[in-house]
């Protein structure tokens, strides 16, 4: 498969002001932000992609002051002392419909398939829920890896009105992939689309489910717990995942979730444990946003506090 090229971002505003590289055979980068704004719907009569500005969205909450100013979350400058390279690859171009998804996809796996070849871990901005599906094949021939997700949902539908790569479907199509062994699903809580025959296939499969209120009951050492150490981990945070009090910015909030610090305790316990391969953000909807940009503000502190993550374990740059 040969790489898709990517474009600029949006308004020409990178990720904290680093480099924009859209070149990727030229990446040179310990951590490359992507932008991936695609959704697959499922009525294709009247596609609707509510994430489509989300990259765009979360870019403009973030200047350099977030890599050189103090960050109390962190207990420093994010770059202080820290010799890493961090790069924006711009959006992978998509086409004019949601329902262009096989093109769409085999875009997005290609272009985080050339960042990996460049040695630099993706940290993808999404779109809906199915951009999990790409994300994981791009990984093909590597790992093995547990990927931890966060989510209010299980993801496991085989299909839904026969789409197989629909935004129910992700961590069912990462149980098929020989590369992924493990798998850990934090913040489950309410309805979805999933019935008791998709939790049971969750459950035989060797997925550990930790719902939003063993969290809330037993901390987040209740998912921490299942997580293997000395591992690689693929990590995907879908935002309805967080407790609508800390992320309004969604089309359908539920009651409950985890908080936003439980979120970035997972984050630094699943690399205090192993090596963060990857991670993706989706199912932010900035039509939904507050005024305030909060929900692009969160999304913005969590993939900092994931670079900050990377860099205390030792896995990238010089520990501070």
Known sequence: MTPSPTRPPEGGRSFAGVPVVTDLATLEADVAILGIPYATTYDTATPVNESAESPTAIRARTDKRSLIHYDFDIGRALTEGVGIALADCGDV??????????????????????????????????????????????????????????????????????????????????SEHAWVTGMVQVGLRGIGSARPSDVADAQSWGSRLVTAREVRTKGISAALDHVPEGGEFLVTIDCDGIDPADFPSLSGPAPGGISYYDVVDLIRGVADKGRIAGLDIVEFGPAHDSSSGIGATVCARLVLTAIAAMIGSGQIGRRP
Request: hydrophobic share 35%; aromatic share 8%.
């Open 93 to 174: 171009p998509g086409g004019p419909r949601p329902s262009d998804g096989p093109a769409n996809r085999e875009r997005a796996e290609a272009a985080v398939r050339a960042i990996l070849e460049r040695g630099a871990v993706p940290i993808v901005l999404g779109g809906d829920d199915s951009v999990p599906i790409p994300f994981f094949r791009a990984f093909e021939g590597r790992g093995p890896f547990t990927v931890v997700q966060v989510d209010a949902h299980l993801d496991w539908r085989d299909e839904i009105y026969r789409e197989r790569h629909g935004y129910s479907s992700p961590m069912r199509r990462a």
